[in-house]
Structure formats: structure tokens, C-alpha cells
């Protein structure tokens, strides 16, 4: 449940993009990712965005000591994922991306007010990380056609979760809506 209510003092112009978890080790389970060929190509589109608008993009890395062990080749992001020099990176062991992360340091420190999420998992760290965030006091938009799942259910999670999330005061456009 959501308890903080207060707006975060940061300018809610400035955004930053979190991409969640695009790791490449989540692309070789059983069950492939759902449309994970338009999840990567809506991912670019946001990331040229992003950067055309210098605006922080922020990639970030689920750590665990079964499946995403840290420097191994599942780790690491999806191959075609290349972060630039500017972009940051942050590493966590939790399901919200701000628990035990310097990634509200990271915000804070270029006062920015609004986060956009895309990413994997839905029903796990995209799913945290927006109720982090709004937890925070960030506006949260999350790109309802750029977050996905290797569930067989995934189009019913996707689903769900941009209807609850957007029930909790996250704003829920498409990639082509996004503008930074």
C-alpha cells in the first residue's frame, strides 16, 4: 500500500527513464518473453528520446544467487542494450529498484521529480519499482507497452497490472506517447 502522499520537492519536469532489469538471462528461461522483440525496439525508441532531451537514463540490474548472478553472462544486459557513457547504472538484490540503492541519491542529485519505467519484470520489479517510486514521491509513468514477462500469462499480467497501477496514481501511456 501506498502511504506517502507528499509530492517530491524535485521539479516534475525533469524525468529520468528506469529501464528495469533487461537482462539477458530473463531472455533464456522456458518461456520466452512476451513480444520481447517490440519490448526492445520501444525501449530503443525511449532511450532516443531520453537522450535527445538529456534526460538521465538509468539501467538497471537485478543481482541473486541463482539466476542473475552478478558479472555472469545472464547478468548482463540484454546484448542489444548498449548504455552511453552518461547514462547510469544501478545494481540491486530487491524487487523496488530504490530499496537499498543509491538510485534516489541518483535522482536527487538532478532534482528530478518524475521517473518513466519500463522493463522486466511486470509482475515483479516493474511492478515495485513504480510502487517505490510513488512511495518516494515521484510521478510515475509506466510504458504500458514496454514492460513485459516470461509468464505464459504475461498479456493477462500486462493487463492487470497497468489497470492497478494506474488505480494507484501511476500514469500509463504507450511508448509513443512518451515524451521526456
Known amino acids: 500500500m501506498v502511504t506517502k502522499v507528499e509530492p517530491n ?10 529501464i528495469i532489469d533487461v537482462q539477458q538471462g ?17 525501449i530503443h525508441s525511449l532511450v ?29 544486459l540484454h546484448p542489444e542494450l548498449r548504455p552511453e557513457p552518461q547514462d547510469w547504472q544501478v545494481y540491486k538484490e530487491h524487487g523496488n529498484a530504490f530499496e537499498k540503492t543509491n538510485l534516489g541519491e541518483l535522482l536527487t542529485s538532478r532534482q528530478i521529480g518524475k ?9 515483479g520489479c516493474v511492478k515495485n519499482t513504480s510502487l517505490g517510486a510513488l512511495e518516494e514521491g515521484y510521478q510515475v509513468i509506466l510504458v504500458g ?18 489497470h492497478d497501477l494506474a488505480e494507484k496514481r501511476v500514469v500509463v501511456k504507450k511508448a509513443g506517447e512518451v515524451s521526456f
Open 145 to 162: 507497452d514496454t514492460h513485459s514477462s516470461y509468464s505464459k500469462d504475461a498479456a493477462a499480467l500486462i493487463s492487470k497490472w497497468n
Open 26 to 42: 530473463l531472455f533464456e528461461k522456458n518461456t520466452p518473453i512476451f513480444q520481447a522483440e517490440r519490448l526492445i525496439q520501444n
Open 115 to 123: 521517473v518513466i519505467i519500463a522493463g522486466l519484470v511486470t509482475h
Open 9 to 18: 520537492p524535485a521539479n516534475l519536469e525533469k524525468a529520468a527513464l528506469l
Open 48 to 76: 532516443e528520446k531520453a537522450h535527445s532531451a538529456k534526460a538521465p537514463v538509468v539501467y538497471i540490474q537485478h543481482n541473486d544467487d541463482k539466476y542473475l548472478v552478478k558479472g555472469s553472462n545472464s547478468w548482463q
